[in-house]
């Protein structure tokens, strides 16, 4: 996947960037260069390997710390929205926004 000037002008746009032209050429390189390596990454066949949790899981055994899933704390909804404007049914009421 290779990206042209167009492509660039409209990323910038939709990231609200205003590209001197020289940024934007230099931005086009940087881009088709990570484009590149993203498709020299996706050509690898990955059948059959494990994913790591861990970096260091591919070069020591590592052993999870893993806690009990328990619930720790007390319900404090009503005091969390005791502050709040508008509440109904433990729920907030906010403004609309969109139409």
């Known amino acids: 996947m290779s990206l042209s000037h167009d492509d660039v002008s409209r990323i910038a746009n939709l990231a609200r960037l205003e590209l001197q032209p020289a940024e934007s ?7 088709n260069d990570f484009f590149k390596i993203v498709g020299q990454m996706s050509a690898v066949d990955t059948a059959g390997v494990e994913p790591l949790y861990t970096p260091l899981s591919a070069i020591q055994q590592v052993q999870l710390r893993l806690r009990e899933d328990a619930v720790t704390e ?10 709040a404007p508008a509440v109904e049914d433990g729920l907030f009421l906010v403004p609309k926004v969109i139409e």
Do not use: C, M
């Open 74 to 83: 007390s319900n404090q909804r009503e005091a969390n929205q005791r502050s």
């Open 25 to 31: 050429a230099s931005l086009l390189g940087n881009l």
